[in-house]
């Protein structure tokens, strides 16, 4: 049996369900406006439009619970890892599950 290496490119932006405990759902909209700053609208052409993170812009993402109070820090790393599993659902149904939490 041969094993599958995917890598991640880049994933558009979309509308989901964030499933998320209650302390750190009020960082989402903060966690989707930094997306939406990093995001490149139009990675692939206007064909498949949309604003598209690449694996650095999720780094960067990931940096963002930095920028909080130390009692605030793990509530906002928590709303970024919901966020990021909640947009990349379904991405790699057929290869098993995606962890995005590597190096982390």
């Keep these: ?17 964030i499933q998320i405990e209650s302390h750190s759902a009020k960082y989402l909209r903060a966690v989707h406006r930094t997306a939406l700053e990093l995001a490149v609208p139009n990675l692939y052409g206007s064909e498949l439009g949309g604003f598209w993170l690449t694996p650095d812009q999720i780094e960067q993402l990931r940096k963002l619970p930095d920028c909080y109070p130390a009692n605030e820090i793990e ?9 990021l599993l909640a947009q990349t659902e379904g991405l790699y149904a057929s290869t098993g599950t995606l962890s995005l939490a590597e190096n982390h």
């Design 1 to 17: 049996m041969s094993v599958l290496h995917l890598k991640l490119c880049a994933f558009a932006l979309t509308d989901c369900t």
């Design 75 to 83: 509530f906002v790393r928590l709303a970024v890892e919901a966020y």
